[in-house]
């Protein structure tokens, strides 16, 4: 089922509808709604390895001695994870989740964010106001723009983030 589910996203189907991935899957609706409750379920099912693989870069930006070179780090994994999944993309871009796994993901990456933000702050390479918050929406607002347009050269999303990381600088 989540192998059908992700040749859809692959597809550029995010809709996720169940009865299609269930017939695309072999199996029936019921099967589908037994394991996945919700398309937000299966959605957040989707992204729990992306998910992780970020909080993973994210501690090491937190770790990285250069406060600067920590904060650009994050940032570019959170936008390079969700450019690479699309179902990472969707739930980040949210505020709310379903599944405990994808809350309790989500408070470890606010707490990892929350230290490379305090560091930062402390080292003067960030505005005081700019919250972790701001920083998940500014990443999904850039992931949104690269696939708005032409990147044929896949310049974009770095030259995007460059823009927003100069303009988080006090």
């Known amino acids: 089922m989540l192998d059908a589910a992700r040749a859809r ?37 989707l992204a729990a390895d992306s998910y992780a693989a970020l909080i993973a870069e994210a501690r090491a ?20 994870c969700q450019l690479d999944d699309a179902a990472l993309a969707e739930v980040l871009a949210s505020s709310s ?11 470890e990456l606010g707490e990892v ?13 960030i505005r005081d106001d700019v919250t972790a918050d701001d920083m998940r929406r500014l990443t999904c607002g850039i992931r949104r723009a690269v696939d708005s347009g032409d990147d044929s050269d896949g310049t974009a999303a770095d030259r995007y983030l460059d823009v927003v990381l100069k303009g988080l600088r006090p």
């Not at 964010?113 to 003067?124: E, F, I, K």
């Open 9 to 45: 996203i692959a597809s550029g189907d995010l809709e996720l509808p169940m009865n299609a991935i269930a017939k695309d899957a072999g199996v029936g609706v019921g099967t589908m709604y037994r394991h996945f409750a919700t398309r937000r379920v299966l959605l957040e099912t």
């Open 61 to 80: 930006a937190a770790e990285n001695p250069d406060v600067a070179a920590g904060l650009a780090g994050l940032l570019r994994a959170a936008l390079r």
């Open 97 to 107: 989740y379903e599944c405990a796994e994808t809350l309790e993901l989500g408070r």
């Open 113 to 125: 964010s929350l230290q490379v933000l305090t560091r930062a702050r402390a080292a003067g390479v």
